[in-house]
Structures are given as structure tokens and as C-alpha cells.
């Protein structure tokens, strides 16, 4: 038997750590195994185990409320830091504005208030004192900003006007929370941007929509169909939405994944964002805005993670590889740590994140667990036979694959491609998943039967909003499938519109209407080929 | 006349847009010049002059709160990344905790609580429905923090933990806000670390300390007194509160610029973060917590900031180099505008932040004042005479210092030698001001009078806290100069201690008490020279 499989064998067989570690002592052994459940048999229970086991996650004493742990955090900061220099070069600047905002300025945009008032934090007091007036947490800060705007941009020379800010908003919903997806408070960046013309931002808007669908496919793998929102789905005062949408395998659900707006002029209105134009006269400003938040995270565990716990694309993963020395009784175990040293030094200089697990009261099969648990792309081994031989073992976490005898000599370039090649797989993989469960249907009566087997339906749609209604209405009626929403995932059988696919997309084709094409709800023309689904 | 003579005469003159812009046309001449107000006449409207004008900040419809305008908070960026990058090379990780906080995480500590309580904003609401329990915007996060600490503690092998973040808090003061120094929410970076002895807690709190020295010192040019805070000043619920205070030479008062608190075993007693030590037995954990918020923004503009406005100090300038082609009528521009780009290009790629204003519907004195306004280092100006020569001229916004026939060909050598000439010269003054500003006095006799100088006071003093409070009330009561509380600083007359300072500081030498050395104040045994000083 080789050295790794010896390891294997006791990964197989007990993956009690040596330590007596209260924190897992009390567990069995199978809850200390991987995610402790099947993700396919429950995947409510596997995604808060898999999250919380893999400290990305922990849980707070207000409900919907969440703690990032460095694990995930790391993440954010590299989507923060690829997004945040891709729009330096749109020429966006950051800037901060308040958390709190006034009654007044929340309510001055009546369809968009509407459309976020129930979910309103509002703080009424400080310390034991009443506040005269109460002032609301942002729930998002058009309503913040604009007025600003209104005193800012006064000739069309101060447009285009082009501001994010990362912060966090609080939107206090009543939906069983979820995590990353569905969270009271959430970090995101919002973009508000003002322009002189609409064909300004009109460009502007699909070229953030294209960054966001470059966050998720560059970075978490994970494909998106980018489309635009039907009225119904459209944010609230806005002109018109467009979105990047994601899909969860295991359920079948769809996932809003990110939205870039345009205002069109309805806020520059209502703030009174007008200015005097090249000719002299006035002019409302044309306006987007546009939000990527911290659901990126867990929409990117549920895409990847399997059994074990999460997978990590390794562009994005905190540690990219680790380097686990074998040692063995009654064998001198500081070649092999050094060996594993000078690897890891080498790897480092070259830009790769690596870490050695060369802790002496962890046996390698709790580390293999641990890494994998925490989903870090490649593990290297190295023991006694392999450093005799100048080589090390890599292990891919996203296949399982293992490489024998890969020289250290060439370890930098193996890495490196290796990577590459996980990064690549992941998102070959999940495209392939996806395009398998994107069904063109054209009759009503193949729709909620195609939901049930965890697919989306692109269907050729009348695009009038009253049939969306009718579509929700009915599939809620004629759906079975409330299984999740009973494990806690709060989903409802009913299904909605997720996007009007564009037709120029990347990893699936979308079909195109004819003239004869009929709404396969309403029998009425049909407008575009849309995608519905169960959704988060 | 030269050509820049020719321009700075029409800079004098007036400085009218050419275009009719509404922002500042209703204004009068002198009102547009710089900050409006000479900073010795007013300070309070000249600070509030110049952080609006300069565009750093704007005001907001609920009280206390601001907005940081890009021009601010492309600041806040560069501490950001200063700091962090020296904070990740001693191990600390981000994370991001919630916002919110329970009445029962934040009660858990007695003396904290009563330290912040009457500055909590409360939510009490969501739409239109109470909450069932109210709770808390943090003030700071240690009793959002340590529940989670507790649970993740176990093992002395858990020790060190060291997170940051990076977010905002609410302190809904009732004093009279001050952008930057004092406001009702505020951004800071705030680290949480725990350790297993006190030693490595110790050793933590002042490699911090130095790094907020540093950020003030290499970043913002602005000179510090490094100290440990008295009983009274120290943080609530704190074992000792170590400092750096800066000192505004203007009204001469002091201003606590960052702290770093050993908070010993306090709070992990009280939040139960007890674990299992080496030898088996249970201990507390010792822990720190460290801030540094966008106070550090006001106090670089307080220093620095001249009639003209904000001076900035290159290393934190969002912009370094300015340069104005000077073009006249009948002259063709060309030549000095493609000039321009060609050294600004070259300029960029050595990493310097260039701009060329070439907007054609302002002069060139239109431009200085308003480049000066905003405190750019340097600014370039080429003209046709100027580039016949294949020269430029530079002008210092520091000290005014111009700088005639730079040759191009050595553009690149003679601006980074200029821009790190200005950091030093910025930081060497400062220096200069505020030891002119620090007097060492003995009795109780000369304390108010010294203070009416616009001056701090080091007096040699016992360290017991009556003696402080009897400081503050006698020095209050003898106090005649509330003038700048009246102009609405909200600085009372009174003074209090700044910090004991430690007696190894660069750029100040702190005397040292002998056994027969009296408290100034009391006549008991001094124990140490101490700062005192009105304040922020």
C-alpha cells in the first residue's frame, strides 16, 4: 500500500482529530465527515453545515443577521477588489453617503417607496430619549443620494456624474432568511450614476451588467443568462431592469444574481435633478444604478460544493493550495517538512496562495477532511518516498483526481496549469448542468411537469404583465413540489419570470420568435423566448 | 511681464467662470477665493468653507451626519490600504460582523455600557410594525464580537485570533457635530484580537499604536504624542488605553487621533471566553481592541489647510500633480496642450496621480484657485515661451515656491523630488508648530494662563483621578476663552489630560520627573509628566 493510500484508508476511517477538541468531541464521527449530509438528500441542512463547518458562516442572535468569517470574507474582498477596479476604469469614483435617512427623502419616490416600505428598519430612539423624527436604515440609497445629485449637477458639464459606495443595507423581510441569499443585512456595492443623455446610460448599464457576469463566470464559475426584467420584476421606480440570473442544480432554482438599472428619469424628477444643457435650456438627468452583493458567495457554495463541503474556484479561494507533509512513526519528519517549506515558499513567489498544514496533533486524514471541507482547490502531499523521489502528490478537491510522482522541479508550472484547469472545469461543469436543466417548452401543460424536474422553462411570452400574474397564479395552483420550502429554503411552488433571455449570449443559445410564435400561456403573440422559474 | 505673471495678476483680479455656472454665480468675488474667510480670523467657518468648497464633503438632512465626497474619501482609501496591508503582514484577518445588536449582548459589560449607552440609536421598528425587542446600531463592536468569540475559543491552540473590519458605527452624540471630528456615524477600522498571556496582548497594543503613529505621520503629515490615557480617559470596561494625540495649532487644542486598548480580561469574563490551556487547566483570554476612524481626514485639513484651502500632503493627494496649459488668444494651443499630455502621460507611468486641466471654458487663474482650493501638491504650468525652452514651471502648494525653466527631459526626477520634499516639509512644520505649542510648566498658577496661549501643557502630576477631576473643574471655572465655542466648535473652556505621554518619542522630548518632583496641581508626588490640553 503507498503512503497516500495508507493516509486514505484512516480519512476513511476516523477523522477524530488527536487533540481533545471540545468543539468536536461531542460530535459523531459521521457529523464530523464532510458536510454530514448528502447534498442531494438535503440540501437545506447540507448548505447551513457546509457554511457554517467550513467557517464561512457563523450565526448571530438576531434573526437573518450573519457573521462573515475571514473564510468568506476573503472572498468578498477579492470580487471587491477585481469589480472596484474594472469601474475605476469607467471613470466611477467611491464615496460614502449616510446609513440613515429621512423620512422625507425615503418618500419622495412614491412606486419605488412602495416597492421597499414594509421592509423598512426605522430607528426611533437614542439612548432613552425619542428622536423628534424617526430616520430609516437604508435600504438602498437612491433615495439617499439624489438629493445631493440635485445640488451637484447643475450644467451639463458636471455629467456625466458617476459614484459608488460598498456599504451595508438592512432590509428587515419576514422570508425565512437563507444565508448570503436572503439576509436582514447585506454588503454590497451600489452604483448611481447621471448622464446627459439616455444612450449614455444606456451603454453604461450593460456594461456593468457585463462586469457582474464576469464576477460570476471569471471568478466563482458559475454561469449566468443575462437578460432583461419583465415590468412585473423590474426595480421598483426604475425604467428598466436588466439582470444576470444563476441557477441552483439541486433545486432547480433560478437566483437574481445581480441588477443593473436605468432610472430612465423618473428619480431626476421627483429629486429635481435638472440642469442647464449645451443649448441653454433645462434638462432632467438620465440616471442607472446598479448592485452586486454578498449573495456571489452562496449562490457560488450551492453551484460547487459537494459531500465533502465547499469547492472553491481558485481564482477566488483564500488558500489555493495546501501542502500536508506525511510523517510517520519512528521516521525523522523534518526533511519533509522542509521539503514542504521550501515548496510553498517557491509557490508564494510566484503569486499562489499556499498554506502547509504542518500542525503536529492533527493526523494527515483530519487534514485531507479539513481542506477538503473547506474547499481548497489542490492538495499536495509529500511524505519520506515521495521526497526520495523529488516529487510530490496533488490532488484535485473539484474531481478527486490525484497526480502521482509530479516533480518538484516543475511544481510552479504543474500548479499553475492545474489551477487554470480547475478554474476552467468548474464552470464547464456547472454550464453543462445548467443547459441540461433549461427547458424550451411551448404549451402551458408542459410547465409545471418541466419545473418538476428541477429545470427552468424558456417559453415564447406575450410579455404583458397580467399574463405574468396568471403564470404565477397558476403554476402556484397546479405545483406539488413544496418539499423545500418545508426543509426551510422558503420557496414557493409557484414560478415567475426570471429574465428576457438576450438573445446574444454566451454557453447557451436562446431560440428566436417567428411571427407565428404564440405565448405558450395566453396564446396571444408571442414577444421573446423568457425564462421562468422556481426562484430564491 | 512673464507669462505666469500675466496669469497670476488675472488669478487676482477675478475669478469668474468664463461659463455662467449657478453654483457660483450668485457669490462675490471674495467669497469664491479660496476658503472665503482667513483661517486665523475664523476657524470654524474656514474649516467648514473648505471641506465643502474643496468638495471633500457635503452636508446632509439629518443632523451630524455627512457625506464624504470622493475628494474625501479617495483619502480614506489610501489609510485603508496602508493600514490593512500592514495589519494583514501581523496575521489579522477581516470578517464583518452585524450592524445590529441585542439589549442583552450589548448590557453584558457594565462599565462599557455606561461608557456608550446614552449615544445608542435604537431600532424599534420595521414598516409598520414594532419590533418585538429593539435593538441597537453598534457603537463599536466588542459586545457584538465576544459572544462569538467565546464559541470559537476553545483551545489554547485557538489563540492568537485577530479580526478587523472595516465599517461604520452610529454614536448618536448630542454635542455640536464637527465633519470628520465629531459626527453622529462615522467610518473606522476596528480590531478585535484575543491572546493567551498578557505579554502577547501587550506587545500587540504598541506594535498598533505605532501603525495609527504611522498612518498620521508618513500618510497625513501630522506630528503625534504617543501616551497611555489616564484613568478617567481610558476606554470603558478597559484594562489601559494607549494613544497618539495630535494637536491643532490654530486654537491649540489637542485631539485624540487613534487609540489602541489592552482591555484585559475584563470582557472575557464577563462573555465567558475562557479555554483550555496547555497544561489542561482553564484560562481567560486576554484581549485588544483598536480603532482608527475618519477623524484622521479632519485633522490633516485642520493642519495643513491655509487661506487658499486644503494643503494635502502627496502620499494621501488624490491627485499629486496638476498641470494648467496656458494658452492665449491668437496662439495656437495645440503644441502646449499635446505637451501637456505627453508629460502627464509620462508622469502616470512612474505612478504618479496627474491631471491636465484642459477645460476651455475656464482661464488659467481660474484654475489655480480652484486646484489650490483643493490642496493639490503640485501644480505644472506650460505655456509657449515655457515650451520654446522645452521647459515647464512648477509651483509648491505648500509654501508657494515657484520653480521656473524645469527642462522636460528630467520631469519625471524633479516632480518625485518635489513631491517628497513637500511630505517633508509638511510633516517638519507641523513638528515645528505644535512643540512651539507644548509648554512644560510646574504650578497650578501658570496652567490657564498657558492655555490662553492656544497652547497644551506638559506639567509634571500624581496620576490619581480626583486630581484630574479637580483639573478639569478649577480649570474650567478660570477659564475666560469660550470664543470658539460660541463660533460653534463646541469646545469648552475646561481642560482635561491628552495622555501621559511615554517618555521615548520622535520629534518631542518628554522630561522626566526625579523623586522630588510635585504634582503641578496638588503638590503630591508627581509620578509622571503629563499632556494637558482643551480638546475635541
Redesign the interface.
Known amino acids: 500500500m503507498s503512503e497516500t493510500n495508507k493516509v486514505e484508508k484512516k480519512q476513511k476511517e476516523a477523522k477524530q482529530p488527536k ?5 468536536t468531541a461531542s460530535k459523531s464521527k459521521t457529523e464530523l465527515l464532510g458536510a454530514g449530509v448528502k447534498k442531494e438528500e438535503d440540501f437545506s441542512e447540507w448548505y447551513t453545515n457546509v457554511i457554517t463547518r467550513s467557517e464561512m458562516i ?1 450565526y ?3 434573526s437573518g ?6 473564510w468568506a ?2 472572498i ?2 477579492k470580487i471587491q477588489s477585481f469589480f472596484d477596479s474594472e469601474i475605476k476604469k469607467l471613470g466611477v ?10 423620512e ?2 425615503l418618500n419622495t419616490e412614491k412606486d419605488h417607496i412602495s416597492g421597499f ?12 430619549s425619542n428622536l423628534a423624527e ?2 430609516a ?1 437604508r435600504p438602498t440609497s437612491e433615495t439617499v443620494m439624489y ?2 445629485y440635485a ?2 449637477i ?2 451639463h ?1 458636471d455629467l456625466p456624474l458617476k ?1 459608488n459606495q460598498w ?2 443595507v ?1 432590509r ?1 423581510e419576514f422570508k425565512r432568511p437563507v444565508p448570503f441569499l436572503r439576509t436582514r ?1 447585506f ?1 454590497w456595492q451600489e452604483g448611481h450614476t447621471a448622464f446627459s443623455s439616455k444612450e449614455e446610460a444606456d451603454v453604461e448599464v450593460y456594461q456593468i451588467l457585463e462586469l457582474y457576469k464576469r464576477v460570476y463566470e471569471e471568478l466563482l464559475a458559475v454561469p449566468m443568462v443575462k437578460g432583461m426584467k419583465t415590468e412585473n420584476e423590474k426595480f421598483a421606480g426604475g425604467l428598466y431592469t436588466t439582470t444576470i440570473e444563476g441557477f441552483i442544480p439541486t433545486n432547480g432554482r433560478g437566483i437574481q444574481a445581480a441588477t443593473s438599472h436605468c432610472l430612465g428619469q423618473n428619480f431626476s424628477k421627483m429629486f429635481n435633478i435638472e440642469y ?1 444643457n449645451a443649448e441653454g435650456g433645462k434638462s432632467l438627468a438620465w440616471q442607472n444604478s446598479w448592485g452586486l452583493t454578498t449573495r456571489t458567495i452562496g449562490v457560488m457554495v450551492m453551484v460547487h460544493g459537494d459531500d465533502k463541503g465547499l469547492v472553491l474556484p481558485p481564482k477566488i479561494a483564500p488558500i489555493q493550495v495546501v501542502i500536508i507533509p506525511l510523517t510517520f512513526k519512528d521516521v525523522d519528519s523534518t526533511p519533509v517538512r522542509e521539503a514542504a517549506q521550501k515548496i510553498a515558499k517557491q509557490l508564494k513567489e510566484q503569486g499562489i496562495a499556499v498554506h502547509v498544514d504542518d500542525r503536529d ?1 492533527y493526523n494527515p486524514g483530519f487534514k485531507f477532511n479539513h481542506w477538503e471541507l473547506k474547499g481548497v482547490p489542490i492538495r499536495m502531499e509529500i511524505g519520506p518516498k515521495d521526497l526520495a523521489k523529488d516529487a510530490v502528490v496533488i490532488c484535485r478537491r473539484d474531481n478527486g483526481e490525484k497526480k502521482f510522482d509530479i516533480p518538484i522541479s516543475t511544481i510552479t508550472t504543474t500548479v499553475t496549469q492545474t489551477l487554470d484547469d480547475i478554474q476552467a472545469a468548474l464552470l464547464q461543469k456547472a454550464v453543462n448542468e445548467r443547459n441540461n436543466k433549461i427547458k424550451t417548452i411551448k404549451e402551458w401543460a408542459e410547465f409545471v411537469p418541466t419545473l418538476n424536474t428541477n429545470s427552468l422553462v424558456l417559453a415564447p411570452w406575450c410579455n404583458v404583465p397580467a399574463c405574468e400574474d396568471a403564470i404565477k397564479k397558476t403554476s402556484g395552483e397546479e405545483s406539488k413540489n413544496v418539499a423545500e420550502e418545508e426543509k426551510g429554503f422558503c420557496l414557493t411552488g409557484a414560478a415567475k419570470s426570471l429574465c428576457i433571455p438576450f438573445v446574444d449570449q454566451e454557453h447557451i443559445k436562446i431560440p428566436q420568435i417567428t411571427e407565428e410564435t404564440k405565448c405558450f400561456k395566453c396564446g396571444a403573440h408571442a414577444q421573446k423566448y423568457t425564462l421562468f422559474g422556481r426562484s430564491y
Open positions: 487533540a481533545n477538541n471540545n468543539n457563523d448571530y442572535d438576531i443577521c450573519y457573521i462573515l468569517r475571514p470574507f476573503s468578498w474582498e469614483q467611491n464615496a460614502y453617503f449616510p446609513l440613515l435617512v429621512s422625507k427623502a416600505s414594509p421592509e423598512v428598519a426605522w430607528v426611533t430612539r437614542s439612548g432613552d424617526p430616520v436604515i438629493p445631493s445640488k451637484w447643475r450644467s458639464r459614484l456599504v451595508n438592512v428587515w443585512e454588503l442647464e496533533n
